[in-house]
C-alpha cells in the first residue's frame, strides 16, 4: 500500500517554504489507518513491549492503536501541566526558548519494555525528551516507530544510535 498517497501535502503552512505532512486525510480513511498501525506493529511484534509510549497529540492517535495491536498498555508523554497526578519532566529547546513535557511518575515500572511512537520524526527534539522520561523512569527502550519521518531534517541523526527505528513513510 502506498501510504504517502494517502497523506496530504499543505504548502506553506504553518508559514512561507513549509510543506506540512498532513495525516489526518490517512487517519479519515479506515482501511489505510488500520493499515498503518497494523505494519508499524509488524515492526515491533517480536520486541515484547509492554507499553506504548506517546507524545501528545498525534502520538496519541498513533500509539493508542498500536498499542491495542500490540495487547501492550499505552501511557501519554504530554506537556508540562497537563497531567493530573504527581509527574516527573524534561526539557527541551524551541528555536526560541525552552518546553517541558511530563509523565505521570508511575507511568512506567522499572524494566518495562517500551516502545515510543508517535505520527512524525522530524527535528527529533520531541523523541529524544520522551527518551529521556522513559530513561528517567527505569523503562527500557526497544524501539522507535513513526508513521513520516522527514529525513531532510536530521532528527535521526540527533537521537542516540542505539535504538530500532521505524519508519512508514520518508519525505
Known amino acids: 500500500m502506498d501510504f504517502k498517497e494517502k497523506i496530504r501535502v499543505i504548502l506553506d503552512y504553518p508559514q512561507e517554504g513549509i510543506r506540512f505532512k498532513d495525516i489526518t486525510t490517512l487517519l479519515q480513511d479506515g482501511p489505510t489507518y488500520k493499515a498503518a498501525i497494523q505494519e508499524m506493529a509488524k515492526f515491533a ?9 506517546g507524545p501528545e497529540a498525534r502520538g496519541f492517535v498513533i500509539g ?4 491495542i495491536e500490540l495487547g501492550a498498555g499505552f501511557a501519554p508523554v504530554r506537556k508540562k501541566g497537563k497531567l493530573p497526578y504527581e509527574t516527573i519532566q524534561a526539557e527541551y529547546t524551541l528555536e526560541y526558548g525552552k518546553d517541558a513535557l511530563a509523565m505521570h511518575k508511575d507511568a512506567i515500572k522499572p524494566g518495562q519494555r517500551v516502545l515510543i511512537a508517535d505520527d512524525l520524526l522530524a527535528t527529533g527534539g520531541t523523541i529524544q525528551t520522551t527518551i529521556d522520561l522513559v530513561k528517567q523512569l527505569g523503562g527500557e527502550i526497544v524501539g522507535l516507530a513513526f508513521l513520516i519521518e522527514l529525513t531532510y531534517v536530521g532528527g535521526r541523526e540527533k537521537i542516540d544510535s542505539d535504538y ?3 519508519t512508514l513513510v520518508q519525505y
Open 45 to 53: 511484534a517480536d520486541k515484547q513491549v509492554d507499553i506504548v509510549v
Open 64 to 67: 493508542c492503536p498500536l498499542a
Open 164 to 166: 530500532d527505528i521505524f
